[in-house]
């Protein structure tokens, strides 16, 4: 019969327990790690369903962006409901504190799932991919901003990742913004014949979203065009030397004046980390504030600043993978179904949380349980037959180390080794 295959851009990830540093673990452990790091700032985790109105992207992603113009997944539900599958995570939060009406209270939010971008896919690039974001809801520029490149720097150096740039930018306040856009937009008009489609409709809706361009003809006029940093207030210039200064010493940051991101709410302090270890798609993060979201889809003013990280792309650069767990595989040798065996395993596994106990529960010899023990790189077998479930001991045979002998230790020495592994 023909096989059924998992669709394009999307993958399935399968744990190895052999601690092998392959993609699936490399993403376990990336996402462990963060969401260790966000307890430490003491974030509230929040999870928002999967589908959301399709309406909610198109008023917040925005209408001019290449995720709402073509990469939604958005179907038809049975009622006749434009439904679409989230792209990311902002609106959705944003959306869930207007509904639960605490759009008026300063929070800090983490959430991590998946995402959905019909995008052509290539390495670091899916149609599904995970996303860990941060979003601090109800605070004006300054102390947030700091606070959110503090984030950055404690994840790069808990992965240990050196390799990378911190780009960041500021889009201006309103009156800034409004300037360096008409500016823009009079220098590029005259020469709007050498644009192609995309950036002459970009032209007339966002023209900041001209700066992300990627042709090389628009590139090329763009060196001669009116520069960010001209029109930015001497508050917004200063908050990015404040951020690159305070952080100089932990992560490469780069003041960046070509940076615009790539959805439609952003409002002024922007940023994006990259490394040159991804190849082509380099971002494994990005954000920024977002004042005006909130407000725009129907809830309070609400200041904002936030990032999302590229689960798939940060495990790619991680280091430092280790998990620190000991794993005791447990060996029972009977014709017989042993439950007494079974409940020394089960009351064990309440002794110390930090180690993990995987009972076999297959039939076997006691050769192809050692075989499996060593496979899933298990630090100790304990062993258990009929001679010592009569007389309540336990064999216990150390991997780590080939010329180590057996040791039979009775039950409460067990418990005493155990309770001693770290
Ligand atoms: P974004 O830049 O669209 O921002 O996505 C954040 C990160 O998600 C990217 O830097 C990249 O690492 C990863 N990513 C995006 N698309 C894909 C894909 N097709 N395959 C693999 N990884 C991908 C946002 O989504 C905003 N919501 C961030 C934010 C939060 N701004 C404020 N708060």
């Not at 200064?245 to 615009?260: A, P, W």
């Amino acid at each position: 019969m023909e096989k059924i295959q998992s669709l394009t851009g999307m993958m399935d990830l399968i744990e190895n327990k052999a601690n092998k540093a392959d993609t699936a673990n490399g993403i376990f452990y990336t996402e462990h790690i963060l969401k260790d790091i966000f307890e430490t700032y003491s974030i509230s985790e929040i999870r928002t369903p999967a589908l959301e109105d399709s309406s909610l992207f198109k008023r917040s992603v925005g209408d001019t962006s290449d995720i709402v113009n073509k990469e939604l997944y958005s179907f038809m539900d049975k009622n006749d409901k434009s439904i679409t599958l989230r792209p990311e995570g902002t609106a959705s939060v944003i959306r869930s504190i207007i509904e639960k009406k605490i759009d008026n209270e300063s929070n800090k939010f983490w959430y991590l799932g998946p995402m959905w971008r019909y995008e052509r896919p290539q390495k670091g690039r899916y149609r599904q991919f995970s996303q860990a974001g941060v979003e601090i809801l109800g605070y004006s520029e300054g102390i947030a901003e700091l606070e959110i490149v503090s984030i950055i720097c404690s994840i790069n150096k808990a992965l240990g990742i050196e390799n990378s740039i911190l780009k960041i930018n500021h889009l201006g306040d309103k009156e800034s913004k409004e300037k360096y856009c008409n500016a823009l937009k009079n220098f590029l008009m005259p020469l709007s014949s050498k644009l192609d489609e995309k950036d002459i409709q970009r032209l007339n809706t966002n023209p900041l979203r001209v700066l992300d361009s990627k042709s090389s003809e628009t590139q090329e006029i763009l060196k001669d065009a009116p520069k960010i940093n001209d029109f930015l207030t001497d508050q917004s210039l200063d908050l990015l030397n404040l951020v690159k200064n305070t952080f100089s010493e932990e992560c490469n940051i780069k003041i960046d004046h070509t940076l615009v991101r790539g959805l439609d709410y952003y409002t002024g302090f922007v940023f994006e980390a990259v490394s040159s270890d991804l190849g082509a798609q380099d971002a494994y993060l990005g954000g920024g504030r977002y004042d005006d979201l909130c407000k725009q889809l129907g809830g309070k003013d609400l200041p904002a600043i936030g990032m999302a990280i590229g689960i798939e792309r940060l495990s790619l650069l991680t280091k430092t993978y280790k998990k620190n767990r000991t794993l005791i595989s447990f060996i029972i040798i009977s014709s017989n179904l042993e439950s007494k065996a079974y409940k020394i395993a089960h009351d064990l596994r309440s002794i110390n949380s930090s180690i993990d106990i995987d009972v076999q529960l297959s039939d076997g010899s006691l050769k192809s349980k050692l075989r499996r023990a060593n496979k899933d790189n298990a630090s100790y077998a304990f062993i258990i037959g009929e001679d010592e479930l009569k007389s309540e001991n336990i064999i216990v045979k150390s991997l780590n180390d080939e010329n180590s002998e057996q040791i039979i230790m009775n039950i409460s020495e067990i418990e005493n080794f155990i309770q001693n592994i770290k």
